[in-house]
């Protein structure tokens, strides 16, 4: 027998393949098991209008219960989507896996680029515990950065080109040390917030100074999700914020639900 041999057909070699062949096994098995602990039991449609729900092929994981430093603690898997409010809107045929259509405002009807998670409805913190995304003028120590545009005063135009409000304040991240919203006072009277990520700020001596926004018209402004507190925004307004611009681009128009050829 060759060297590192245990019989004449079975060597170390072989060995540490088939502990490897072993534990590769499981850990796929750990993955998809632990995977499981979010989304899960699946949901099935079915042709009458009712939903089924399904564990797939391998059993639903035990609760395990993670503690948070903030935001207290939350068990998964968990049947807290089990209370979800329904969306608003109906299936467009009545066939297995037909899209939903919105049945009321469909920028907050919570269907395609409209849709949210429910995340907790507390503000987000530091790892200091501080609040994380503030007006700039509750923050000392943050400063827009020096020769960009300064966006307050300025008013937001929508993608009609028609104004809908004024910026009135710059909203930061302090842990991330960006700009994470625009505070707008609507036409009517309203104060509600602008994600960045869907504004553009234009400082420019033909066009102006002026907030563009695409995703949504000038008058859709007044309707924005509002938010409780005028110096903090919970991570569910902020889902809720962005989902309405996220909306905006496939319902803020008729048009942009048509092919584009």
Known sequence: MGKGAITQYVDVAQMVLYVFWVFFAGLIFYLIYESKREGFPLESDRPDGSVKREPGILPMPRVKTYRTQFHGSFDAPHDRDLAEPPVAGERAAPATGMPFEPTGNPMTSGIGPGAFTRRTDAPDRTAEGEIKIVPLSQAPGFSLVEGDPDPRGMPVVGCDNEPGGTVTEVWIDRSEHMVRFLEVRTHGG????????????????????????????????????????????????????????????????????????
Do not use: C, H, W
């Open 190 to 261: 309203r104060q509600v917030m602008l994600p960045i990520t869907f504004a553009r700020v234009i400082n420019d001596r033909v066009v102006g100074r002026e907030v563009l926004v695409r995703s949504i018209l000038g008058r859709q402004l007044e309707d924005v999700p509002p938010i409780r507190n005028s110096s903090q925004i919970t991570l569910l307004e902020e889902e809720k914020v962005m989902a309405y611009f996220g909306a905006g681009t496939l319902f803020a128009t008729p048009g942009r639900r048509e092919p584009l050829l």
